[in-house]
């Protein structure tokens, strides 16, 4: 049998492309090497929470059509992202608000917080923020900088943040509210049941052939479909010919505990430079709200995030948009704009640094360009 569309990748731009090909009336085989679907924010149930194998995901959006698309796919919960930092025993709220500036600096109005941010600015002589220490500075001032910026960064990317792009700190919302949501978001939340029943419905009626790698049998898979949907690395599939796309990597430590509550939070981030890992996830909190029933479950299950470089054989998950990985970038992409019936999607198929919502209207895009018409 011939297929209109073979997936590679199972993961959120797979699954958004797959059912809309379908509701089109095409056929489409999936497959993905791991032996499940859903990529990195498949979920698994562990003792009636639903763990995020592959780091925290938080849906957030201002994107109304896609929160009237994915809504279709999934009941989202009125889980409210707030981060505690907690920098040698001492705990800030993230986002930057006006709790942060308060206990950094003893700051008690809006006026006050914003007059220091500007002082401390002024200090470091930065006019045009070049890199993300130059523009963290900027927007919070040298103490957070050093306190809840610097360390947590440099652990994440493994680089200075001086050598950095300043765009990843500006995901990041500075207010002078007292308001710690972190995302500037009118929709959010966690599906109802985890994402990997999410993706479930999104595939529903495709083929899925799982534990099955693409690269390693690229021409008999391909015989198989008239267009590929690549969602894996870029420099993957053109063999690293201009040399390899840097990635971080991430790997958890995950413990199922017998308490009720380990640390009062989904996320907690440790920012200083000493601690090995940047963040602890306590799942269970994503999901049923803090001081509701989460404490009816006897336990609960943490996650330790350390992050690395990249190398062959490990998970990618962050492409490292810098310069020179993006001027690589370009050359694979120049490759790629011309392969004939194969579309490169999602955070590793165009090297991009996206948030699910993004791929989400960019699958949608490029479903519609085909199609005509999202269904
Ligand atoms: N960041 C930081 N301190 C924190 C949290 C985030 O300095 O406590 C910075 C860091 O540079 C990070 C960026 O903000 O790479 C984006 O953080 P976000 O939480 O959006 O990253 P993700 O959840 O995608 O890993």
Redesign the pocket.
Known sequence: MKYDYLIVGAGLYGAVFAQQAMAHGKTVLVIDKRDHIGGNIYTENVEGINVHRY??H?FHTNNQEVWSYITRFATFNRYTNS?V?NYRGELYS??FNMYTFNKMWGVITPDEAQAKIEEQKAEAHITEPRN?EEQ?ISLVGTDIYEK??????EK??GRP?TE?PPF??K??PVRLTFDNN?FNALYQGIPIGGYTAMIERLFEGAEIRLGVDYLEQKEALDALADTVVYTGSIDAYYGYRFGELQYRSVRFETELLDTANYQGNAVV?Y?DRETPF??IIEHKWFEFGKDQDGNDLPKTVISREYSSEWKSGDEPY?PVNDEKNNALYTRYKALADNEPNVIFGGRLGEYK?Y?MDVVIAVALDRAKAIFGETL
């Open positions: 780091g925290a938080i981060p930092a993230l986002p993300l963290a809840l910026i610097k360390g947590y960064t994440q990317w943040c950095l990843i700190i995901r990041l972190y981030n920012t940047t963040r962050y640094y948030d």
